[in-house]
């Protein structure tokens, strides 16, 4: 809570909110996804992912369009303008991810980035995997 708390104040200069930035840097790392894959990535719930995307489509951040092969999904990338406000906010939280290692050695916060990396890796296989059997149940 108190990363978040302190992401909110350090982005809000920059009219982002910390799970805002969540959602930039998940459409960043990737092509568009269709908003159940981002709901699926996300720390949120489904429809506040939606409130969120909509928020950030009407400041010209994100865009939404009919999915290629499924008239049916949205599909979800970031604009120009997103992609700009996504490398200003990364660089405005480089304070506060110096500050989390500050008392960690070089070497023990490679082996910290290193681990996160992997859980985070696990979370998100199991997460996707459970999506997948989630929508198979709905056809």
């Given at each position: 809570?108190?990363?978040?708390?302190?992401?909110n104040?350090?982005?809000?200069?920059?009219?982002?909110?910390?799970d805002?930035?969540?959602l930039?840097?998940?459409?960043?790392?990737?092509?568009?996804?269709?908003?159940?894959?981002?709901?699926?990535?996300m720390?949120?719930?489904?429809?506040?992912?939606?409130?969120m995307?909509?928020?950030?489509?009407?400041?010209?951040?994100?865009s939404r369009?009919?999915?290629?092969?499924?008239?049916?999904?949205?599909?979800?990338?970031?604009?120009?303008?997103?992609?700009l406000?996504?490398?200003?906010?990364?660089?405005?939280g480089q304070?506060?991810?110096?500050?989390m290692?500050?008392?960690?050695s070089?070497?023990?916060?490679?082996?910290?980035?290193?681990?996160?990396?992997?859980?985070s890796?696990?979370?998100?296989?199991?997460?996707?995997?459970?999506?997948?059997?989630?929508?198979?149940k709905?056809?």
């Open positions: 809570m108190a990363l978040h708390r302190c992401s104040t350090c982005f809000a200069q920059l009219g982002v909110t910390a805002q930035f969540v930039l840097a998940t459409l960043e790392r990737g092509h568009a996804l269709t908003q159940r894959d981002l709901a699926a990535r720390p949120s719930d489904p429809s506040t992912v939606r409130a995307l909509v928020l950030l489509e009407k400041r010209g951040l994100v369009q009919t999915h290629p092969t499924d008239g049916r999904a949205r599909a979800v990338a970031l604009t120009e303008a997103g992609r406000k996504y490398r200003q906010v990364f660089a405005a304070a506060i991810r110096d500050q290692v500050s008392s960690l070089d070497a023990e916060t490679r082996c910290l980035l290193k681990l996160l990396g992997r859980v890796e696990s979370l998100l296989a199991t997460t996707m995997s459970v999506t997948a059997e989630s929508t198979a709905r056809k």
